[in-house]
């Protein structure tokens, strides 16, 4: 059986995506220190009996304990709110990027078969051109993108170095069951919950922003592509390709929640990308990733949560 250690496993993506590999026959285990984890996804882990170790990525010795006797290594832990780490950057810089260059030491150190390193769209900054490819200039906006970007370099690093095999995948804006609200990753889930509480959706700006909106689900499917593909040593787009404007998004959610008004409208808010959209093609040729979901029918899943 091939063993996987999930490091932010506690959190939204890792929680679902260790659901899912569990479900597909992985022996799964996940290290997250619970700084930003829900409580809903620590009891689904502990429901499915998927072992959680407490630990900080930080931790050198911890984390070597921890994934002694593992193949595959996705690291997923992060701060993720792009608004906090301009407002205070250094922990982005300590937990991101400190907690990966000790997740891949220890991944070179225990010879880890593959790290498949969940890196962001943050990385590309505002795309001077969409949909945004591989190959697209790295610029990002905030300490959380720099953080994730730097980390990138930090896997690339021992790749060189030490022969370590690693994927690397930008994910765009994920959504599904068990998302928390910060940052501009929840949106879909800060609209759900106002309209649950009989409140219009606020929209920051014209609305007419775009973004590349992919269900988690869909995320653990390329994931899962990333451990058995033989193109190791690149990045992929993990997004849906298809770009959506944040008032239709609105619209579409209102008209599943049966809601009978307009959203509402804030200033735009400052370092806020204009248009983001994904092109997947390097995924689909290399890791045969064809996202399944429609958007309508992946807020469904959320509203139903
Ligand atoms: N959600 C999105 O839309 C999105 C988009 C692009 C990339 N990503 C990336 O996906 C990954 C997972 O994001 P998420 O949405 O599940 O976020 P999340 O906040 O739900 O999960 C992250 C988990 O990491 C844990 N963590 C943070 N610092 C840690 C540390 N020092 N030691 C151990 N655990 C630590 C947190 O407790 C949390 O459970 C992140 O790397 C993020 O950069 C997410």
Same mark, same amino acid.
């Given at each position: 059986m091939v063993n996987v250690v999930i490091t932010g496993g506690a959190g939204f993506i890792g929680s679902n995506l260790a659901v899912f590999l569990k479900s597909c026959g992985y022996n799964v285990m996940c290290i997250d220190n619970l700084s930003r984890s829900q409580e809903r996804n620590v009891r689904l882990l502990s429901l499915k009996n998927i072992p959680l170790h407490l630990a900080d990525i930080r931790d050198y010795n911890k984390i070597f304990d921890s994934m002694k006797g593992c193949d595959i290594v996705v690291h997923a832990a992060a701060l993720i709110d792009v608004e906090e780490s301009l407002r205070d950057p250094i922990p982005y810089f300590e937990n991101n990027v400190v907690g990966t260059s000790v997740v891949t030491k220890?991944?070179? $150190?225990?010879?880890?078969?593959r790290l498949v390193y969940i890196s962001s769209a943050a990385v590309y900054g505002d795309p001077v051109k969409v949909p945004v490819d591989e190959n697209h200039p790295t610029n990002p906006l905030s300490p959380y993108g720099l953080s994730k970007l730097l980390g990138e370099h930090i896997v690339e690093f021992y790749s060189r170095i030490n022969g370590l095999k690693y994927i690397i995948l930008r994910l765009f804006n994920v959504f599904g069951p068990g998302q928390g609200i910060s940052g501009y990753a929840g949106v879909i889930t800060k609209f759900v919950n106002c309209l649950k509480n009989g409140r219009r959706p606020i929209i920051f700006g014209d609305?007419?922003?775009?973004? $590349?909106?992919?269900?988690?689900? $869909?995320?653990?499917?390329?994931?899962e592509a990333s451990f058995k593909t033989k193109h190791v040593n690149e990045k992929f787009n993990v +997004?849906? +390709?298809?770009?959506?404007?944040?008032?239709?998004?609105?619209?579409? =959610?209102?008209? =599943?929640?049966?809601? $009978? +008004?307009? %959203?509402?409208?804030? %200033? &735009?808010?400052?370092?806020? =990308? #204009?248009?983001?959209?994904?092109? =997947?093609? &390097?995924?689909? &040729?290399?890791?045969?990733?064809? %996202?399944?979901?429609?958007?309508?029918? +992946?807020? #469904?899943?959320?509203?139903?949560?």
């Open positions: 220890v991944c070179v $150190d225990l010879g880890v078969e609305g007419l922003q775009t973004r $590349d909106f992919i269900h988690v689900n $869909d995320v653990c499917h390329a994931i +997004g849906s +390709g298809n770009e959506v404007k944040i008032i239709d998004l609105a619209k579409m =959610i209102m008209s =599943i929640a049966n809601f $009978d +008004g307009e %959203p509402s409208f804030a %200033p &735009k808010r400052v370092g806020e =990308i #204009r248009f983001s959209c994904a092109d =997947i093609s &390097k995924a689909k &040729k290399l890791l045969n990733f064809y %996202p399944k979901l429609s958007l309508e029918e +992946g807020l #469904r899943t959320v509203f139903n949560a």
